[in-house]
Every structure is written in C-alpha cells, then in structure tokens.
C-alpha cells in the first residue's frame, strides 16, 4: 500500500487534519524504548513538539492492515456466535463490544500486554484480543468454564481478566474501574519516588502505561471526576479510552451530560492531554491513540481519547433497543459500522480482494466454531469450589504463625490506644517499603517548606502524627476529600503490589466508599479466581460516647461490613490489642476493616506499655478478660469496659460474670463463646449497634442453634435504641447502652 493510498485514507476518516497532525509518514509511530530519565519530570510542551516531528516513523503495512480488520471481525464474530449460543441455551448472558471494534484495536496495537496494565469495561473484546486473549479464552468464560482465564467461571461473558497480560479482573459496577486504574498508574509513580520500591515491586518499567476505558454513560459517576482530578493532578499516565455510542442502555447522551459532549467539559483540567476521534475509523484512532500513549510514556500527564462509535446491538440480551430508537437512528449508526466501512476499504485500495476478504472471514468463522466446541467441552467449576479464594488461600491470620500475643516484652510507660497505633504504624513502614499510608488530613503537613515550621496534623486523632517526617510525603500522604478515592486508588496500589493501609477519617463518612469496599476490595479475589487480590488495611474511626459527636459523628454500622465475605472486620477494645492485631491487619494478605473506637483513643484504663515489634495477635482469637460461673457477657469494643463496671457491681450480690472480648469480628472466634456458654450456661451479647439487625443478632441466634440444650435462659441482648446518636447528652446516655443497662440485664437473666 503506497503513503499516497494511507494518507487519503487517513483524510477520509479525520476530515480537516489539524494543526501539527501527521502526514503520510507519520500514520504509525515507532514504539518507545522504555525510559530510563526520572519519571516524575513532564517535558516541557516546546520540546515535547520539537521531539515528536524529530523521531523517525514507519507507516503501517498492508499486513497491519489486514490485521486490524482480522480482529475487528473476529471480535464480531464472537459477539455473533454468544448470542446463537445463548439462544439456543448454551450461555446464560451476552453483552457485545459491536460497534467499538476499531477503536480498541487500534488501542491494543499501541500498548503492551504483560508490560502496560489494563482495566476494560465490557464492550473491551477487541482489545482483549488484540492484546492476545483468545477466543477460546472468552468463550470458557461465557459457557462458566473452570478453565476461563478472566474469573474462572465466576463472573458473566465479557467481564475481562487475565494475569499474563496484566488484564485487572473487570466487575460489573459502572465506573469503579477508573479509580483503581489511577491507584495502579500511582503505584508506579510512587514507585519511582522511593527507591527501596524498584527491588521490592516485581515486574515495573519506568515508562509503563494504564489503560482504562469507559463508555458515555459512566462520565455520569462521580468516581470518573474523581480519577481525572488525582489522574492530572499527579500528571499520571493514565490513557482514558471513552468510548461514546450516545447510549447508556437507554438513556442518551444529552440527557446523561451537560451539553452532550462530556470532552468540551473536562477539557479544563490541567496536565490533560485531550484528544477526539472517530472510533470506528481505525486509522484515525490508531494515530490519536499512538499520541495519546506516547504523551503518557513521556511523563507529560494523563491523556483522554473521545471516541465516538455506534452500538448496532441492543446493550445487551436482555434489552430491547427497538423500544427506545428509531428506525431510521438505527439505519444510520448501520451505514458507519466499522467492519462494513473498513473491509470495503481494503477491497477498494486493493489490500484484498473480495475472494480474499470471504476466504479471511471463513477462516475466522472456522476458527470461532472450533473454539465453541472446546468451551463446551470443558468442565464447569465443582460445587465444592464455591467458597474457594473468599480469603487468601496462602496466608492465615488465624494462624500460629501470627500469635506472638504469650510473650510481648512490654517496655516504656503505658501509651493510649492511639500511642500504640502509632508506633506499630512506625515500625511496620520501616520494616516494609510497600506500606503507604494516606487519607484525609493524615499528613503532617502537606507544603512540605512549612513542615519545620509547624507541630504538624498527623490525623484529627494524631495517630498518623510524624509519619511524613519519618518515611516522606511519597509514602505518608493527604488525599483529596473523597472517600471512594481513597479506597479506589488503594484497590489500585495493592493489586500492582504495594501495602496501603489508609484512613477514613470518620465510619460516619465511609459510605461514598462503600460501592468500593463491598463491590471491588472484598470481590476481587474471588471474582478473579485468585488472580488478583488487593490486601487494603482500612483504618476506620468509630463510635459513639464522645458528648458531642451526634449523628454523624457517632455512628456504629458494623453488621453492614461483617456480612460481606473477603471482608476482615476488627475491633480492639485496648492498646495492646490494638497494637498487635493492626500488625497482624497489615501482614496479612486480606481487605481488612481496622475499627478504632474514638472513645477509647485516649482512656487511661486501656492503657499498656509498647510490646516488640513482631508483636501480633491472630484473627479469631477471643479474650476471656473476666472469669465466671454464673453468666457470660460475649461483646467487643466500647462494652467491654462497661461490661466490666457491671460485673464488678454484680459481684457483690454474688453474681459471677465471665466477659469475652471477640476482638474481631469477622471471624469471630466460636469456640470461645461456645465454651463460655457451656460453662455459665446463660449469656449477654453486648454491642454498642442498634438492636434490631445488628452484628448481636448473629451471635444470638447461633449460640440458640447449635447451644440450645446448654442454656438455662434465653439469650439476652444489650444494644443502642433502634435510633440514632443525638447531640443533646442526655439523649445521648439514653440512645447507647450504659453500664446500668448491662446492669439490669445481668440481674434480670440471673433471676429467669
């Protein structure tokens, strides 16, 4: 094919070139060596222009050519065949990336599998393959094949997985991909920054790139502002591909969007290389694409491709797009589909001829049946598998291996509760580089010329207090006032293989985070089938008692974490506990929700001195604090020490109460509360969550399951009113359970 034949074409397909576009020899740029200057230096604009005309370039060759439209159709094919399959009851779900073909392959062709890491959404099939996924791969996943590499026959068809090609495990939440993509891309930044990193993270390349896409509809969530702004703000190389076919199911685009165009309104954030194209021309979007990734190879900040494209097929089979489109909207988006437009193209500049094009789609046909035979051939997950990988298969934290607690060699003063949090923050970022440390207002103090000049925040608690000066602001850092970012880009840093151990600055305000916790941090394990994992430490302000904190800054949700599986939930109720099992928290290799009780940061009575450095107690492992014969309190948190005002009380009306601290609370330790049981033969379980519903109600309703015949009374609960925190103290005092409370419980089952 001659440069005069691309160049028309290219003209063809982009209309007017604009200023400083490329000619006939610059359709395809050569690929980058990998850089070895400082990552973090953008290159100014002037040079960055003087560098693109100077590097030499190669045109694509007829071979490329065929090859674009080899994957275009093959990507349609396998769209095709899922929907025959599905019709004839042979897949149970089908969601096709028509429409999108040439953009994505066009996005494949200038990135790097194994090298450059991706996070698709699920119109991304032809990227998949162009990056080498096979169709046999995507056809294991749409019959639920154990061998489908993307979830193991966990997740629906098209939801994108691969661990060779560094394909993150896709979900099916609508933009929670975008932060995580930004966390991964800021994990290589962070990795450039501390140099203890380059030996620690296996597998970086200093110019790697992170691709993420996402369609119109998604720029509707805030979690896409949210990665734009850390995205540019830390001038990332992140590549976001919208891919934009004016529908989200039904709704278009002027609906979803403020002006129709979501390009005119991000074209403001700084550090944002922004960039159209017609994405069903693949010429025209291998050409912006190629800009788009060498802008993120160059350090220069992240790069945004508005792709317009089409959707010829319904969203998915199970929606009907003859209900909400014209017939002659429909007709038109058919008149610009890229396989139709694109194979009619190489006939015409006689790339192939048309014996030759049938002769390639027979191929591909052929090719696709043969691997439809060997999905269906294949074995689907044993039942037995089910709760596989829920938790990691490889490291127990409730375990031996994580008990030191016979033995703390305690030394120094008693410190608080936020004193040995602290410390163990201290010297588990000094044992391990990976740990970083972040939230809202955790830094000392972010303008790093006025740190000598100021105490420093380290926390509204100050349990993040000389973190920065310690270990620096790459590793001990703010983040914006967003919570789901803060998880999200967390998600993002430990699946690229860093320790974050982040804080939500209050559980009040955790919910903007909770679509990422419930749906991303916990899952991607088990999505994945163990592909993929994300081993977060959440530290997690909770509680009330504080005279003061209301409703928003009391509250105690903790049932809504504890059923969520791939969840670690624990709960100190003192320093030491908190101390070791924080540890244990951070060496693990599980999504942990570290609870701190606001309450108890600073009580005396919870004090202890600081144990070793390798001090850890296990997940599961309960703490009788009181012995008893006559009753057993089983709780956690603020009601352990009132729980022990009460019993001491009691104790004179010769009453004995054993208490047992759970300590965490997923898991929870059985046998503890099972031989406490069998021994007192009546029980409290005291918690500070409303009664109805709360994380009691699962305790209770066991110990009546499986203990029936040890009791000599039902079960009895203490908990808050089925309200909320008030601001007044005395609305207060009647909302959560008081040491009276516990008080009259005790008397009242003893007398049963």
């Given at each position: 094919?001659?440069?005069?034949?691309?160049?028309?074409l290219?003209k063809?397909?982009?209309?007017k070139?604009?200023?400083?576009?490329?000619?006939?020899?610059t359709?395809?740029?050569?690929e980058?060596?990998?850089?070895?200057?400082?990552?973090?230096?953008?290159?100014?604009?002037?040079?960055?222009?003087?560098?693109?005309?100077?590097?030499?370039?190669?045109?694509?060759?007829?071979e490329?050519?065929?090859?674009?439209?080899?994957?275009?159709?093959?990507?349609?094919?396998l769209?095709?065949?899922?929907?025959?399959?599905?019709?004839?009851?042979r897949?149970?779900f089908?969601?096709?990336?028509a429409?999108?073909?040439?953009?994505l392959?066009?996005?494949?062709?200038?990135?790097?599998p194994?090298?450059?890491?991706?996070?698709?959404?699920?119109?991304d099939?032809?990227?998949?393959?162009?990056?080498?996924?096979?169709?046999?791969?995507?056809?294991?996943?749409?019959?639920?094949?154990?061998?489908?590499p993307n979830?193991?026959?966990?997740?629906?068809?098209?939801?994108?997985?691969?661990?060779?090609?560094?394909?993150?495990?896709?979900?099916?939440?609508?933009?929670?991909?975008?932060?995580?993509?930004?966390?991964?891309?800021?994990?290589?930044?962070?990795?450039?920054?501390?140099?203890?990193?380059?030996?620690?993270?296996r597998?970086?390349?200093?110019?790697e790139?992170v691709?993420?896409?996402?369609?119109?509809?998604?720029?509707?969530?805030?979690?896409?502002?949210?990665?734009?702004?850390?995205?540019c703000?830390?001038?990332l190389?992140?590549?976001?591909?919208?891919?934009?076919?004016?529908?989200?199911?039904?709704?278009?685009?002027?609906?979803?969007?403020?002006?129709?165009?979501?390009?005119?309104?991000?074209?403001?954030?700084?550090?944002?290389?922004?960039?159209?194209?017609?994405?069903t021309?693949p010429?025209?979007?291998?050409?912006?694409?190629?800009?788009?990734?060498?802008?993120?190879?160059?350090?220069?900040?992240?790069?945004?491709?508005?792709?317009?494209?089409?959707?010829?097929y319904s969203?998915?089979?199970?929606?009907?797009?003859?209900?909400?489109?014209?017939?002659?909207?429909?007709?038109?988006?058919?008149?610009?589909?890229?396989?139709?437009?694109?194979?009619?193209?190489?006939?015409?500049?006689?790339i192939?001829d048309?014996?030759?094009?049938q002769?390639?789609?027979?191929?591909?046909?052929?090719?696709?049946?043969?691997?439809?035979?060997?999905?269906?051939?294949?074995?689907?997950?044993?039942?037995?598998?089910?709760?596989?990988?829920v938790?990691?298969p490889?490291?127990?934290?409730?375990?031996?291996?994580?008990?030191?607690?016979?033995?703390?060699?305690?030394?120094g003063?008693?410190?608080?509760?936020?004193?040995?949090?602290?410390?163990?923050?201290?010297?588990?970022?000094?044992?391990?580089?990976?740990?970083?440390?972040?939230?809202?207002?955790?830094?000392?103090?972010?303008?790093?010329?006025?740190?000598?000049?100021?105490?420093?925040?380290?926390?509204?608690?100050?349990v993040?207090a000389?973190?920065?000066?310690e270990?620096?602001?790459?590793?001990?850092?703010?983040?914006?006032?967003?919570?789901?970012?803060?998880?999200?880009?967390?998600?993002?840093?430990?699946?690229?293989?860093?320790?974050?151990?982040?804080?939500?600055?209050?559980?009040?305000y955790?919910?903007?985070?909770?679509?990422?916790?419930?749906n991303?941090?916990?899952?991607?394990?088990?999505?994945?089938?163990?592909?993929?994992?994300?081993?977060?430490?959440?530290?997690v302000p909770?509680?009330?008692?504080?005279?003061?904190?209301?409703?928003?800054?009391?509250?105690s949700?903790?049932?809504?974490?504890?059923?969520?599986?791939?969840?670690?939930?624990?709960?100190?109720?003192?320093?030491?506990?908190?101390?070791?099992?924080?540890?244990?928290?951070?060496r693990?290799?599980?999504?942990?929700?570290?609870?701190?009780?606001?309450h108890?940061?600073?009580?005396?009575?919870?004090?202890?001195?600081?144990?070793?450095?390798?001090f850890?107690?296990?997940?599961?492992?309960?703490?009788?604090?009181?012995?008893?014969?006559d009753?057993?309190?089983?709780?956690?948190g603020a009601?352990?020490?009132?729980?022990?005002?009460?019993?001491?009380?009691?104790?004179?009306q010769g009453?004995?109460?054993?208490?047992?601290?759970?300590?965490?609370?997923?898991?929870?330790?059985w046998?503890?509360?099972?031989?406490?049981?069998?021994?007192?033969?009546?029980?409290?379980?005291?918690?500070e969550?409303?009664l109805?519903?709360?994380y009691?109600?699962?305790?209770a309703?066991?110990?009546?399951q499986?203990?029936?015949?040890?009791?000599d009374?039902?079960?009895?609960r203490?908990?808050?009113?089925?309200?909320?925190?008030?601001?007044?103290?005395?609305?207060?005092?009647?909302?959560?359970?008081?040491?009276?409370?516990?008080?009259?419980?005790?008397?009242?089952?003893?007398?049963?």
């Open positions: 094919m001659s440069d005069t034949k691309v160049l028309r290219v063809k397909s982009e209309g070139l604009p200023e400083g576009a490329f000619t006939s020899k359709v395809a740029k050569a980058p060596k990998p850089s070895t200057a400082p990552a973090i230096k953008a290159v100014p604009p002037r040079r960055r222009r003087r560098r693109e005309r100077a590097r030499p370039q190669q045109q694509l060759s007829p490329q050519m065929l090859n674009i439209f080899r994957t275009m159709y093959l990507s349609r094919r769209d095709d065949k899922e929907i025959q399959m599905k019709g004839q009851n897949i149970f089908q969601i096709s990336g429409g999108h073909e040439a953009v392959v066009a996005a494949g062709m200038c990135l790097k194994g090298y450059d890491w991706f996070y698709p959404y699920y119109r099939r032809a990227l998949c393959l162009e990056l080498g996924m096979t169709p046999l791969e995507m056809l294991l996943e749409s019959v639920g094949a154990e061998a489908d979830s193991h026959g966990r997740q629906m068809p098209s939801h994108w997985g691969h661990k060779k090609l560094n394909i993150v495990s896709q979900s099916s939440p609508t933009g929670t991909q975008l932060l995580q993509a930004v966390g991964c891309a800021e994990a290589g930044y962070r990795i450039k920054l501390v140099k203890e990193l380059k030996r620690a993270i597998n970086f390349h200093n110019d790139v691709y993420v896409s996402l369609g119109d509809g998604t720029t509707s969530e805030g979690e896409f502002w949210e990665a734009l702004n850390t995205a703000n830390l001038k190389p992140v590549v976001f591909l919208l891919e934009d076919n004016d529908y989200a199911i039904s709704v278009p685009v002027e609906v979803q969007t403020a002006g129709g165009d979501v390009s005119r309104l991000v074209k403001g954030f700084p550090n944002l290389y922004l960039q159209r194209c017609d994405g021309d010429i025209a979007s291998f050409s912006v694409m190629r800009r788009a990734v060498d802008n993120c190879r160059n350090n220069r900040g992240p790069s945004l491709v508005h792709a317009k494209v089409i959707r010829p969203h998915s089979l199970s929606d009907d797009e003859k209900l909400y489109r014209a017939d002659e909207e429909r007709a038109s988006d058919a008149e610009r589909d890229p396989i139709k437009k694109f194979g009619a193209i190489l006939v015409k500049e006689k192939i048309q014996d030759g094009l002769k390639l789609k027979d191929e591909i046909d052929r090719e696709i049946n043969e691997a439809a035979d060997a999905a269906l051939a294949s074995p689907q997950p044993a039942a037995e598998t089910a709760t596989d990988f938790y990691s490889t490291v127990d934290p409730t375990s031996p291996e994580f008990d030191t607690e016979a033995n703390p060699e305690l030394t003063n008693p410190g608080t509760m936020v004193d040995l949090i602290n410390r163990c923050l201290h010297t588990e970022m000094k044992r391990d580089p990976r740990i970083m440390v972040f939230g809202e207002d955790i830094a000392d103090c972010s303008r790093e010329q006025s740190l000598d000049k100021v105490k420093g925040k380290g926390g509204v608690f100050k993040t000389n973190l920065q000066r270990f620096g602001s790459a590793r001990a850092f703010n983040s914006p006032l967003a919570e789901a970012n803060i998880v999200g880009r967390a998600i993002g840093m430990a699946t690229r293989g860093l320790k974050p151990v982040v804080e939500i600055q209050f559980f009040d955790i919910w903007p985070a909770f679509h990422q916790i419930r991303e941090l916990a899952l991607l394990r088990w999505r994945s089938g163990n592909e993929f994992s994300a081993p977060v430490v959440l530290r909770v509680g009330g008692y504080l005279k003061g904190g209301a409703i928003y800054h009391s509250q949700g903790v049932s809504l974490f504890t059923q969520i599986p791939g969840l670690r939930v624990v709960y100190p109720s003192n320093a030491l506990d908190a101390n070791g099992l924080l540890r244990t928290s951070i693990g290799d599980d999504p942990v929700i570290f609870l701190e009780h606001k108890l940061y600073r009580q005396a009575y919870n004090k202890s001195p600081y144990p070793s450095d390798d850890m107690i296990p997940f599961g492992k309960a703490k009788t604090i009181r012995e008893g014969t009753l057993s309190i089983i709780t956690y009601l352990v020490h009132r729980s022990l005002v009460a019993a001491r009380q009691v104790e004179q009453i004995s109460v054993e208490i047992v601290d759970l300590r965490t609370l997923t898991p929870y330790d046998n503890a509360v099972a031989n406490s049981v069998k021994k007192t033969s009546r029980v409290i379980v005291a918690h969550d409303s109805s519903w709360g009691g109600a699962e305790i309703a066991r110990i009546s499986e203990l029936f015949e040890h009791l009374a039902p079960v009895r203490v908990a808050a009113l089925d309200t909320f925190v008030a601001y007044a103290p005395q609305l207060e005092d009647a909302i959560l359970p008081q040491v009276a409370d516990v008080l009259e419980a005790i008397v009242d089952l003893q007398k049963y």
